[in-house]
């Protein structure tokens, strides 16, 4: 078996349509195995980690390059893992390694240049080496290590792979190791007293000699607190708890360990928060509403389920209760959230129940912590039975999943938009769930069109829960008219007297407040009064924002920023003006009119610190902040006691925005945040500033009335020829000259009609018609229910791969997405 030539196809983390071949070197033979990551030269000087997809004896057509060497012991992917990755690809139009690139963790990730050393092994015999492989040894012997690129500068070859291949198959040098493997398991020093100093009378004989030694009176006072936090010697104390009293001499701690007195220990520790279980899921007591809820989603035999419950209904109840029956089963469940500032309460809720059997998963970890919740979740003795995570913990290798549950399922931030592939977490939960047999839960108080036509079609299951826990009343909202308080004069800065008067009264009680502004920054545009001359960014078709903190204007496409001009360039005046208001700015406001308030903003701009969105919610749980304003951050499952005032700020920039889903968006938003009043104690108030009080959306949120948002949506969607009754994919042209872009997508859009007929619309510029200096041109093609999407999917992909090989439409990019938010 030793000797039998085998390939292996390799999946790599690139935008590539499939597998590479590799052959395997016999003394690898035995070792690997599917899923296991590999290091593969990809080109003529990039080498990558890619991960066996399969191994096999067919020789290819062509000459292989060797697979250099294996990176682990055991897969860290699995087969169903590849499956999950390969039905993403094909759903939402990408490559596997598209997915590859963003399912696995960083540290697990070979960087693309990578370093050769000398071989601890090599015995220092040259006289069979040829003129390159001294040259590099020469080098090496200088510089520790060496880039691959480095080495074809040295020999002057441009394919040095090679030569380097050959060099490693001889044991003369080898790829950093600290490189290729980025993951390493937190190391922390313990000490421990020498065993020989353990019985009374040894113990006597060394105090006896410190005391009476002038030079090792520190000595002493390190060993008596030492003795002190190891209960005598019993047990290891942490060196840095140790050393950290400032009253303690850091070089009579080192003297004693030189002496052998003091033991230095290693152990391996975990990076993530440890928490033991403080409480029983029995404990929980469902009310009739919840108890039924929870049975008819026990009870159901569909596989997917809807739980429709208000705000503050208490469905994290029932979500434990569902945890619990599928945890007792020894099966994993999979808990997901739109939000990452959603998991610090949550988790603590469910740590409560289940301890450390929680584990979370976000892109707010650093690499080594998500590399090790990896770890920890593959792990089928000890692991992680509970993942609790934004969409991105879809891809952990769970070994026994038993239940999905989609909290807020109706949250577009569900959707990832950049890169690819650009998937829908909710929907891919419930393909995952379908791989392992499991059962999903949708959860929300204001369910998206298509899940609730699914559970009215009899698709999903469905269970509601209609009434506050506990009997509390649904906040009262409230409509202030800004047309009319403007008229009266009734509007001080950007808010109205009527909400200041309640917000006044809330800080007069010790009651907090929530302010809602779906726009962040100072102000939305600068603006010329003279000429109307507005600041655009250089890079994008996108007036420029007032950011007061950093005093700049800037894009929030690009990131470009510019100074704030002290005169109007086009027409020279100094007549500037700031129009709009975003989080800044009504900060800033609020700490003019109520100067003993405490009050935070909590939007992308304050919250991009590791641990702030945890601080401000936890100040703002601990009463340390009276007035928290912010984006939709704000407007999801965040559970507070002392909440009896919710104001939005701007209702007509949600249900003004040109989208088929702008008035399903606006009810969600504002029923949210509106639910975040008076949630544990007497009856809140939310009160909502429009131009226009009339509109629909705004009544149906008022009203709390779903059906009527959801009738009317219903309607428009089956006339107009929209989600749920038709799937819709956009392609998104993109080139950096316009009259590519246009010739590019007319082409396209034409083939596309020659195969797909009046499914296709366009070409149209988007709203924003340039992007990062991409100019962009929108196409969406519409299928029917019961048509053949997928075979559709594969000709708006192959008309695209026909188009690029055109020389002059070359650098055009095509971006796919499907089920667009």
């Not at 070979?110 to 050769?116: A, Q, R, T, V």
């Not at 920890?376 to 999905?404: C, E, Q, T």
């Not at 196409?779 to 188009?803: T, W």
């Amino acid at each position: 078996m030793d000797r039998v030539t085998l390939f292996a196809d390799v999946l790599l983390p690139l935008h590539l349509p499939d597998t590479y071949t590799y052959r395997i070197p016999f003394e690898y033979n035995e070792s690997i195995t599917v899923g296991q990551r590999v290091v593969v030269q990809f080109g003529q000087k990039r080498l990558y980690s890619a991960l066996v997809r399969r191994i096999h004896d067919k020789v290819p057509n062509y000459t292989t390059k060797y697979i250099l060497s294996i990176l682990d012991i055991n897969p860290i992917v699995s087969e169903r893992q590849f499956e999950f990755w390969e039905w993403m690809a094909s759903y939402y139009m990408c490559y596997p390694g598209d997915v590859m690139s963003v399912a696995i963790p960083s540290a697990f990730r070979l960087s693309s240049e990578s370093y050769i050393v000398v071989h601890p092994d090599f015995d220092g015999d040259y006289s069979s080496l040829n003129e390159d492989q001294l040259k590099v040894l020469d080098v090496l012997s200088r510089k520790n290590r060496l880039e691959i690129g480095e080495i074809a500068s040295i020999t002057g070859y441009q394919k040095i792979m090679p030569l380097i291949k050959s060099m490693i198959d001889r044991h003369i040098i080898l790829m950093d190791e600290e490189l290729r493997q980025r993951y390493s398991p937190k190391m922390v020093t313990w000490l421990r007293l020498n065993p020989d100093y353990l019985d009374e009378e040894s113990m006597k004989e060394l105090f006896d000699t410190l005391e009476h030694r002038a030079s090792c009176q520190k000595q002493l006072m390190a060993m008596m607190q030492f003795l002190q936090l190891s209960d005598f010697g019993k047990k290891e104390v942490k060196k840095k708890e140790f050393t950290d009293n400032k009253s303690l001499s850091a070089s009579a701690i080192e003297t004693l360990i030189k002496k052998n007195i003091l033991q230095v220990v290693q152990k391996q520790e975990s990076r993530l928060e440890s928490c033991p279980t403080s409480d029983s899921p029995d404990s929980i007591t469902l009310n009739d509403e919840q108890q039924k809820a929870f049975d008819d989603l026990i009870g159901c035999d569909k596989p997917v389920s809807l739980l429709h419950g208000v705000t503050s209904s208490g469905k994290t109840e029932v979500y434990i209760k569902l945890i619990d029956s599928i945890v007792k089963q020894g099966k994993q469940v999979l808990f997901l959230l739109p939000e990452i500032a959603l998991t610090a309460q949550v988790i603590n809720r469910l740590r409560r129940y289940f301890g450390d059997r929680v584990g979370v998963y976000h892109s707010r970890f650093n690499t080594q912590e998500r590399a090790e919740v990896w770890n920890r979740v593959m792990d089928a003795k000890g692991g992680y039975k509970i993942i609790l995570g934004a969409r991105s913990a879809l891809f952990l290798p769970f070994h026994n999943l038993g239940m999905v549950i989609v909290d807020e399922e109706h949250d577009s931030s569900y959707k990832q938009n950049e890169p690819a592939p650009r998937y829908n977490g909710r929907d891919s939960a419930i393909y995952l769930a379908k791989m392992w047999n499991a059962r999903t839960i949708l959860g929300s108080a204001t369910p998206s069109v298509e899940s609730y036509f699914n559970a009215n079609s009899g698709k999903y299951g469905f269970a509601q829960i209609l009434h506050r826990y506990g009997g509390l009343e649904m906040p009262e909202v409230l409509c202030v008219d800004m047309k009319d308080a403007q008229r009266k004069k009734e509007v001080q800065l950007n808010f109205s007297r009527f909400l200041l008067d309640h917000i006044k009264e809330a800080l007069s009680k010790g009651e907090q407040v929530i302010l809602f502004q779906n726009r962040r920054g100072f102000s939305l545009r600068l603006e010329c009064d003279v000429c109307h001359w507005i600041p655009q960014c250089k890079h994008c078709d996108v007036s420029l924002v007032y950011h007061k903190a950093t005093n700049s204007l800037r894009c929030h496409y690009c990131g470009y920023s510019i100074p704030v001009p002290k005169e109007c360039p086009a027409c020279h005046s100094s007549m500037l003006k700031m129009r709009g208001f975003g989080t800044e700015r009504i900060e800033d406001d609020l700490s003019i009119i109520f100067p003993e308030a405490r009050i935070a903003r909590m939007d992308l701009d304050s919250t991009t610190q590791k641990q702030r969105y945890i601080e401000l919610l936890n100040d703002f749980d601990d009463h340390r902040i009276d007035i928290l304003v912010g984006t939709q951050m704000v407007t999801k499952g965040l559970d507070f006691d002392n909440v009896s005032v919710v104001g939005i700020l701007s209702a007509d920039n949600l249900i003004s925005f040109p989208d088929f889903r702008s008035y399903e968006r606006a009810f969600q938003q504002m029923t949210q945040v509106s639910g975040r009043a008076g949630r544990h104690g007497h009856r809140g108030k939310v009160i909502i500033q429009t131009y226009q009080p009339y509109h629909q959306a705004i009544r149906d949120a008022m009203e709390n009335d779903y059906q009527s948002m959801y009738k009317s949506q219903i309607v428009e969607r089956h006339v107009f020829k929209y989600p749920p009754y038709y799937k819709l994919v956009t392609v998104l042209v993109r080139h950096t000259s316009e009259e590519t872009v246009s010739r590019a997508a007319a082409l396209y859009a034409s083939q596309l009609r020659d195969k797909l007929g009046n499914r296709v619309l366009g070409p149209d510029f988007p709203n924003v018609a340039r992007v990062r200096n991409f100019y962009l041109k929108k196409i969406m093609v519409r299928f029917a229910q019961g048509e053949a999407v997928g075979e559709g999917k594969r000709i708006m992909m192959r008309i695209a791969d026909q188009l690029l090989k055109d020389k002059e439409l070359g650098r055009t990019q095509f971006v796919f997405d499907v089920d667009p938010q």
